[in-house]
């Protein structure tokens, strides 16, 4: 099992070319697919889960789409693939046959698909047996599990000649990655109403169009925490973020002014700086940003904060449990994070931090980089580091560019 073992020497640059967002990639590949249109997509993504779905699409797979361990590209696919093709199989990973999609397949059979599992009710490979023959325009979907799941129906809505009116059934949790996809399907001439929890879109064309994808919030969230911690660095310039974001994740731009860390806002990115502005007790809902959870909790352990968050659910099902290898992993740097009713709670920190410790990741790369941030403090080693290759694949050597050092 490889691993790096990590260690801050000194400060050597601090402007950051950040990775482009992987959520907006890969809506639109969907979209470019879909529409058959002339879409010109500028910066697109060079994360794994992007790669893969860009890679199945072009390659036009006559019977197996395999998305791998790519979340995201198995639940767009599956709507894209039930409205264009016919008999094909998709399937992925262990860990993706483990991950439910029966909510999805149930909504798009309600439409008028036709597709069984191969294995397992409710989880992936799936078999395309019709394409969709559509017989109602109507469906009612949870909005607790996965707005993944909503976005994959939205992006094949207007191809549908009864266009589709989409019911959340509340809680709705991740909205803002909704609004992401409505506001690209937007940019390429696609009109939706939006109404409390009730989506409509008539049959209506993509059009013709470019877009920029932004580097990604959910990414800046590591530098925001190397920031916040490391007593020798106190800015970073991050490249390519927005003001004026879709993205949901852009909230770190005022989540951090309570764990130390500013933001402004300039043409081409922002720079974070530190504050003295440090909390002794936050409580978050984490429902319209949970890809934000784990490097929050390790910034509070690090500060000792006690902190109670909610709205984490979704986190259950993602590449691992998200919230029990969280539990594990903060034990190592000696603290107590678990549930209580519907919060989980993190304890302020009590004890000092062990001179070592060892991480694994899971299979997560959002593990990898939300504990590496607290590395400055300790020696740690990360275990089967190549795992941020899924959204982040330069992290390591951005890392090196502001003076970690890894053997």
Not at 304 to 324: A, H, M, W
């Amino acid at each position: 099992m490889k691993k790096l073992k990590f260690k801050f020497k000194k400060l050597i640059e601090n402007t950051i070319e950040l990775n482009s967002s992987k959520s907006e990639s890969n809506r639109l590949l969907i979209i470019k697919a879909i529409s058959k249109k002339k879409i010109i997509i500028n910066n697109l993504s060079n994360a794994n889960d992007t790669i893969i779905l860009k890679n199945l699409i072009i390659n036009n797979s006559k019977k197996i789409w395999d998305a791998e361990d790519a979340g995201t590209t198995m639940r767009f696919l599956t709507s894209y693939l039930a409205l264009v093709k016919e008999d094909v199989i998709i399937t992925g990973t262990i860990r993706m046959k483990k991950r439910p999609i029966k909510l999805l397949v149930d909504a798009l059979n309600k439409i008028g698909s036709k597709i069984y599992y191969t294995d397992k009710i409710g989880y992936p490979p799936l078999k395309i047996d019709k394409k969709i023959n559509q017989k109602n325009n109507t469906i009612s979907i949870r909005g607790d599990i996965s707005s993944q799941y909503i976005s994959s129906l939205l992006m094949i809505a207007p191809k549908l000649k009864n266009g589709l009116n989409i019911i959340i059934e509340e809680p709705f949790y991740s909205k803002p990655y909704v609004l992401m996809t409505l506001n690209l399907m937007k940019k390429f001439g696609i009109s939706s109403l939006f109404n409390r929890n009730k989506i409509i879109i008539n049959n209506q064309e993509y059009r013709d169009g470019s877009y920029t994808v932004e580097s990604d919030w959910s990414a800046a969230s590591y530098w925001y925490a190397i920031v916040s911690i490391n007593k020798n660095i106190n800015k970073i310039k991050l490249k390519g973020l927005r003001k004026n974001s879709f993205q949901g994740d852009s909230v770190l731009s005022t989540m951090m002014v309570s764990f130390g860390v500013d933001t402004e806002f300039l043409e081409d990115g922002i720079i974070i700086k530190k504050n003295n502005n440090i909390k002794n007790y936050l409580k978050i809902d984490f429902k319209n940003f949970p890809d934000l959870t784990q490097s929050i909790l390790v910034v509070a352990a690090y500060h000792k904060i006690k902190l109670e968050i909610s709205g984490v659910e979704s986190l259950k099902i993602k590449e691992t449990d998200r919230l029990s290898a969280m539990k594990k992993e903060l034990e190592k740097i000696g603290c107590n994070f678990y549930n209580k009713k519907e919060s989980w709670i993190l304890e302020k920190r009590v004890n000092s931090f062990p001179k070592l410790v060892v991480i694994d990741t899971y299979k997560d790369h959002r593990m990898a980089m939300a504990f590496v941030c607290i590395s400055s403090e300790m020696e740690m080693h990360i275990r089967e580091p190549s795992v941020v290759n899924k959204s982040y694949p330069n992290f390591w050597n951005d890392l090196a560019k502001v003076g970690y050092e890894t053997t």
